[in-house]
């Protein structure tokens, strides 16, 4: 099974500010990463997929990047409505399918 | 646009079994794989089971093999995951997740999730 890591557990930025999310695979997952956000009572929205291909919808201050083990989500600008829990999963390796623990975003 | 929706949640007692289901539409269903993945109170994603989208190939969580069946109806475009031998350990929202147009496991649509409790 493939293990992902997320850190830091919490980060709390001001609106305008950026941010740098660390998503960490205990082996090589090639491309197959992606990213959801996550907020209070909704499902996951995907906002990254293939370490750095924006799904439809996602404004392009939201940028994924990485190769191999170590991988990085940037928000540039945040904005009140990026709020909530992100979390990376790998897809390379499956079953399972694995989560990283997540990273709450306090703006 | 891309519908899924998860019913048959609730409060069941440990050992007993329920049936979930997700209903889909605005795409075409029997084209994609698709999963079941669960979250408990509080606590962050885990994957639960995927099916083929031709129902020929299922995998599922250690945690939950030999105690859960996903299953599904491409003349009803709707997935289903039936749990046996609940366990408290079971309480969560299950969400079904559709995978991406190219075929990989990432999740690019979900169910709203419904909830299901196991306590006695």
């Known amino acids: 099974e493939t293990l992902m890591t997320q850190s830091p557990a919490t980060l709390s930025v001001s609106p305008g500010e950026g941010a740098t999310l660390s998503c960490r695979a205990s082996?090589?997952?090639?491309?197959?990463l992606a990213w959801y956000r996550q907020k209070p009572g909704q499902a996951p929205r995907l906002l990254i997929y293939?370490?750095?291909t924006r799904a439809t919808g996602v404004p392009d201050r939201f940028r994924g990047s990485g190769s191999g083990t170590e991988f990085t989500l940037t928000i540039s600008g945040l904005q009140s409505e990026d709020f909530g829990i992100y979390y990376c999963?790998?897809?390379?390796?499956?079953?399972?399918?694995?989560f990283g623990g997540g990273t709450k975003v306090d703006i | 646009q891309v519908q899924l929706v998860e019913s048959g949640g609730g409060v069941v007692q440990p050992g007993r079994s329920l049936t979930l289901s997700c209903a889909a539409s605005?795409?075409?269903?029997?084209?994609?794989?698709m999963h079941w993945v669960r979250q408990a109170p509080g606590k962050g994603l885990e994957w639960v089971a995927v099916?083929?989208?031709?129902?020929?190939?299922?995998y599922y969580a250690d945690a939950v093999k030999g105690r859960f069946t996903i299953s599904r109806d491409n003349s009803k475009k709707t997935l289903y995951l039936q749990m046996d031998s609940l366990r408290d350990e079971d309480t969560a929202v299950y969400f079904c997740?559709?995978?991406?147009?190219?075929?990989?496991?990432?999740?690019?649509?979900w169910g709203q999730g419904t909830l299901l409790t196991v306590s006695s």
């Open positions: 293939g370490i750095s």
């Open positions: 997740a559709k995978v991406g147009e190219t075929g990989d496991y990432y999740f690019e649509y």
């Open positions: 099916i083929w989208f031709d129902g020929k190939k299922k």
């Open positions: 082996q090589d997952i090639g491309n197959n």
């Open positions: 605005g795409f075409t269903f029997s084209n994609f794989a």
């Open positions: 999963q790998q897809y390379n390796s499956w079953p399972p399918v694995t």
